[in-house]
């Protein structure tokens, strides 16, 4: 089992103000899951907005050349990686946040 360094303790609680380990760690894994969920939505968000659209219809229109810009610029294809990356990270932090609480 991995064990935690006295030292990385120490300052996980100093940092959240407690004497309990087990409560300062899951205060920050919650933390951490709440601000990784909350920042990834905001760039879907930003992309949703900025496209019209939902990933899912983005990925389908692109797949078909169905898009009002050209679907093999850069500009469209960083557009894609990036919501297709924040869509799936915000999928796993979510997952994990579920089984976390």
């Known amino acids: 089992m991995p064990t935690l360094s006295l030292d990385v303790g120490a300052h996980l609680l100093k940092a959240i103000r407690s004497q309990d380990l087990d409560e300062a760690f899951e ?5 951490y899951l709440e601000l ?3 920042a990834l939505q905001e760039t879907t968000d930003r992309l949703e907005e ?7 219809t983005f990925r389908r229109r692109l ?4 898009l009002p810009a050209n ?4 500009d469209v ?8 990356d924040a869509e799936h ?3 796993h932090y979510q997952q994990v946040q579920m089984e976390w609480t």
């Open 36 to 38: 990784k969920i909350a």
């Open 77 to 84: 294809e960083q557009d894609f990686w990036e919501w297709e």
């Open 27 to 31: 205060k920050v894994l919650s933390e």
């Open 63 to 66: 797949a078909d050349d169905d």
């Open 71 to 74: 679907a093999y610029s850069y």
């Open 50 to 56: 900025k496209w019209g659209m939902e990933f899912s």
């Open 89 to 91: 990270l915000k999928t």
